[in-house]
């Protein structure tokens, strides 16, 4: 199976920063990686499909880019609605085992 | 629009098993793979399967072999989530998601777009 591992499990950061998360595959993946936000008590929601590509209705401070093996989300200037956790998928054994990395937590600073 | 709806809350003593319900609207059924993923407390996101509705194709993670069906009600546009032998550990947050696949260059590129509200199933005695 396919192994995500992402960077790093928490941050904490201010409103207008610009955050970066990583993710790294056990093997490489082309561009099969989509980024999720999740809330509590609330479903995931797609931000970034195939590495680089906007969901839309997404704002455009999200940017995702990578390929094979790493990968970045990047969120130019966060914003009081981006608190959150954010997970990458790899979808490159779609439609088997399509797994999460563990997930990385913003918090406010 | 599209919705999915998931049944409610459901407590179960060990050992027994759940099924959860996934309604779609909104869109054609048959056009989209429907997965189930899990979030257990302080846990991150955990893919359990998925089945093409049009013919019924299951695909299970291997975590979850022998103890997860999922299955279909074309009729009823009605996805349906089974888990059996449950322990504490299968408490968890269930949801559902569908698949707004496509192919591009001769690759299949799977991404979850819309998700239903989640169904929390507590195991205890």
């Known amino acids: 199976d396919i192994q995500m591992t992402q960077s790093p499990s928490s941050l904490s950061a201010t409103v207008g920063d610009r955050v970066t998360i990583t993710c790294r595959a056990s093997?490489?993946?082309?561009?099969?990686l989509n980024w999720y936000q999740h809330k509590p008590g609330t479903a995931p929601k797609l931000l970034i499909y195939a590495a680089s590509s906007l969901q839309s209705g997404v704002p455009s401070r999200f940017s995702g880019s990578g390929s094979e093996t790493d990968f970045t989300l990047t969120i130019s200037s966060l914003q009081p609605e981006d608190f959150a956790t954010y997970y990458c998928q790899q979808t490159y054994s779609t439609p088997r085992e399509l797994t999460f990395g563990g997930g990385t937590k913003v918090e406010i600073k | 629009q599209v919705h999915l709806v998931q049944s409610g809350a459901e407590v179960k003593e060990p050992g027994a098993s759940v099924k959860v319900s996934c309604k779609a609207s909104g869109y054609i059924f048959t056009s989209y793979r429907i997965h189930w993923v899990r979030q257990a407390p302080g846990q991150g996101l955990e893919w359990m399967g998925s089945?093409?509705?049009?013919?019924?194709?299951?695909q299970y993670s291997q975590k979850f072999q022998g103890r997860v069906t999922i299955t279909r009600d074309t009729s009823a546009n009605i996805a349906y989530m089974e888990l059996s032998s449950l322990s504490s550990e299968d408490t968890a947050l269930y949801h559902c998601?569908?698949?707004?696949?496509?192919?591009?260059?001769?690759?299949?590129?799977?991404?979850?777009?819309?998700w239903g509200q989640g169904t929390l199933v507590t195991v205890s005695s």
């Open positions: 093997q490489s993946i082309s561009t099969s």
């Open positions: 998601a569908r698949d707004w696949g496509y192919n591009s260059g001769g690759k299949w590129y799977s991404r979850f777009d819309s």
């Open positions: 089945i093409w509705p049009v013919d019924g194709n299951t």
